[in-house]
Nanobody, 125 residues
């Protein structure tokens, strides 16, 4: 399983970014996927998840500003982020797990989790 994120960068407060995560090495269309983030010096925070049927889940504070989606023809999951705030500054990781991803997609912990290397999002005031 391999996950490669892209799309991070520097954006001003109130701006938008779209992150991408391209997957390989497993049947992507049948797996649930998630995004998580790590603020510098702090722990990981689950952001959002999407099941293979397209059902989506969000951390309560982020719902309405962030949108997760997937394109199974491209083996890619996206995270559209709008109205960005300085506190959204973090390294964003794409996550699944070797048992199908449903646990991490709902924000749970899995010993079989697979993480991408992350992409840095910096929101400047």
């Amino acid at each position: 399983l391999q996950l490669v994120e892209s799309g991070g960068g520097l954006v001003q407060v109130g701006g938008s970014l779209r992150l991408s995560c391209t997957a390989s090495g497993f049947p992507f269309s049948t797996y649930a996927m998630a995004w998580a983030r790590q603020v510098l010096g702090k722990g990981f925070e689950w952001v959002s998840g999407i099941y293979s049927d397209g059902s989506t889940y969000y951390a309560d504070p982020l719902e309405g500003r962030f949108t997760i989606s997937r394109d199974n023809t491209q083996n890619t999951v996206y995270l559209e982020m709008n109205s960005l705030k300085p506190e959204d500054t973090a390294v964003y990781h794409c996550v699944t797990d070797q048992s199908g991803g449903t646990i991490v997609a709902r924000g749970g912990r899995s010993d079989l989790a697979v993480w991408g290397q992350g992409t840095l999002v910096t929101v400047s005031a």
